[in-house]
């Protein structure tokens, strides 16, 4: 079985920054894509950046150049430094692994955590 933990989450002030830190957990193979998502209340869930394996990145236009994404294969760890935070960014983050291959051969499609909060405010 896999298990995504985030952590890292918090209250901050605008201008500040936070990092998301997210560990797959399980006899883990290979993760392809990892992942951070948002939701923000009443709204549906949200890209903000993913990495695959191999570090090729990709970021929603709301936080390019204000986040980055990074990620440690050999422990299965996705990380999210998010600096110059605005009110907007305030969400619950979810991490994200698709196309997950355990070493016994089970594979999973998409995986979530349980998410954590970041809010921004004054």
């Known amino acids: 079985q896999v298990q995504l933990v985030e952590s890292g989450g918090g209250l901050v002030q605008p201008g500040g920054s936070l990092r998301l830190s997210c560990v797959a957990s399980g006899r883990i193979f290979s993760i392809n894509t990892m992942g951070w998502y948002q939701q923000a209340p009443g709204k549906q869930r949200e890209l903000v950046a993913s990495?695959?394996?191999?570090?090729?990145?990709n970021y929603a236009d709301s936080v390019k150049g204000r986040f980055t994404i990074s990620r440690d294969n050999a422990k299965n760890t996705v990380y999210l430094q998010m600096n110059s935070l605005k009110p907007e960014d305030t969400a619950v983050y979810y991490c994200?692994?698709?196309?997950?291959?355990?070493?016994?051969?089970?594979?999973?499609?998409?995986?979530w955590g349980q998410g954590t909060q970041v809010t921004v405010s004054s």
């Open positions: 994200n692994a698709d196309h997950l291959v355990m070493r016994d051969g089970r594979y999973y499609v998409g995986s």
């Open positions: 990495i695959t394996s191999g570090g090729r990145t």
